[in-house]
């Protein structure tokens, strides 16, 4: 867990699969220079966190982060994380970055076929590949990826996978913002369409990535502007 800043208003960062609290190494200071204190997580078998198993070991990860922040934002699993947190952490408002939020069964790939999966993709994910991979992103990017994907536990990915059945989102409880990359693998326009007409409100950052504040922080800053 790391935290920035020392404000009355508490903001929640939530991380992505293979990722930990410092891929917002550039998120949290500029967040906490609107006068918030933020604090970013670490989720279960990621970063400095012990491994676990269920999407509850998930929630109770970001819940200890503090209850009725003024707002929380999720990248991809964390915006997964977030939405089935929400009745325990009771944020005033929520941010699901680069997530379709669909519902879906439990993974029907074998352990041993997830196991290969997540071995490979943290194996991938080298400080040299990100470098030849990503140009967009700074080498500190490309630093605390590769060392978050070194740190990964692929054996709580699998629990997670074959045991977690994604719920359909339906309406949003709280004032909801869905922050896409655009073009998006994971946001098609269709959805996003789906999205607005489900009540929430749907921001693209042109020719983003996946990590969408990766090379663009001030753009991702942009996208929240009237949410902070």
Do not use: K
């Not at 990621?46 to 269920?54: D, F, N, W």
């Amino acid at each position: 867990m790391l935290t920035w800043g020392s404000g009355d208003r508490l903001v929640v960062l939530i991380h992505g699969m293979l990722g930990a609290a410092t891929q917002y190494h550039e998120v949290g200071p500029a967040l906490a220079g609107h006068g918030c204190r933020v604090v970013a997580v670490d989720l279960p078998g990621h970063g400095s966190a012990a491994p676990g198993e269920t999407m509850e070991d998930f929630v109770d990860a970001v819940v200890a982060a503090g209850s009725r922040p003024a707002l929380a934002i999720g990248h991809s699993l964390g915006a997964i994380v977030l939405w089935e947190a929400l009745a325990r952490l009771r944020p005033e408002r929520a941010v699901y970055v680069d997530v379709p939020l669909e519902g879906g069964e439990p993974s029907s790939r074998s352990a041993s076929e997830l196991r290969e999966h997540f071995a490979r993709s943290r194996a991938a994910r080298t400080e040299a590949h990100l470098r030849a991979t990503r140009p967009a992103w700074s080498a500190e990017d490309c630093r605390v990826e590769a060392e978050a994907a070194e740190r990964f536990d692929v054996e709580t990915a699998v629990a997670l996978e074959r045991s977690y059945a994604r719920r359909a989102t339906g309406r949003p409880t709280v004032p909801s913002l869905v922050v896409r990359a655009d073009p998006s693998r994971y946001v098609s326009p269709e959805r996003a369409r789906e999205l607005e007409g489900l009540g929430f409100c749907v921001r693209g950052i042109p020719g983003a990535g996946h990590s969408v504040w990766y090379g663009r922080v001030d753009d991702f800053l942009g996208a929240l502007d009237g949410w902070l």
